[in-house]
């Protein structure tokens, strides 16, 4: 009996010596958590970091769909998107403009504006009016890093310019229609909104899709 118990002693004693007492457990689960720490720290600091593109909140898109624009009276027709607004503009500078055919485009999605402006020929020379038009295009020359100049020639016998101005400008995209006898006619796009091509680059390259569609089903009456 005695030996039983020496015997039960010696295989307590063996198993102590490989369990370890709670203060034991502690400081070995505080040893593996900063071994942890320390192969997580060296392989973190020895991976390549990529920093996260500079970017702008998604704008949503509508899907293209056009009305007719087609007033009594108007010297001009055309064709514009479902999502825009057009509205008589009754100042120019705080003066009444010119004639009453000049109309504002409003695109209240977006925040911007396609102003048209309307001229008569016969009261004005067409050399006037084409070099007023290039004028004003080069007034952003300041702040434009270039300007690109693209004719215009239609099967409705509708020719004028189209100029794209690059950079941070007020007005990135202009044109002027003319028949060179009777009719003249401006359009140029402005933002609600600071300069700044970056952030306003999707709705520019989809909205100048709408006034090249304006352009390509404009016809003089």
Known sequence: MQKIKNKKRFVAGILQQFTPNKRTRNNLIEKSFLSSLIVFSFVACNSTYVPKPKGYYQIPLPPKAYRVFNEPGYPYSFEYPVYADIKK????????????????????????????????????????????????TNKHTVKASGIDNALI??????????????????????????????HFLRGALYFDATPNQDSIRPVNDFLVKDMQHLIASFRWK
């Open 153 to 182: 020639a239609t099967p409705n016998n509708i020719h004028g310019m189209f100029f794209k101005v690059q950079g941070d400008v007020a007005t990135a995209n202009q044109f002027f229609l003319t028949d060179s006898t009777r």
């Open 89 to 136: 503009d009754s100042s120019f500078f705080g003066e009444a403009p010119e004639n009453p055919w000049w109309i504002n485009i409003s695109f209240p999605q977006f925040g911007g504006r396609l102003y048209i402006t309307y001229k008569d020929v016969g009261k004005n020379a067409i050399e006037k009016l084409v070099n007023d038009a290039f004028n004003m």
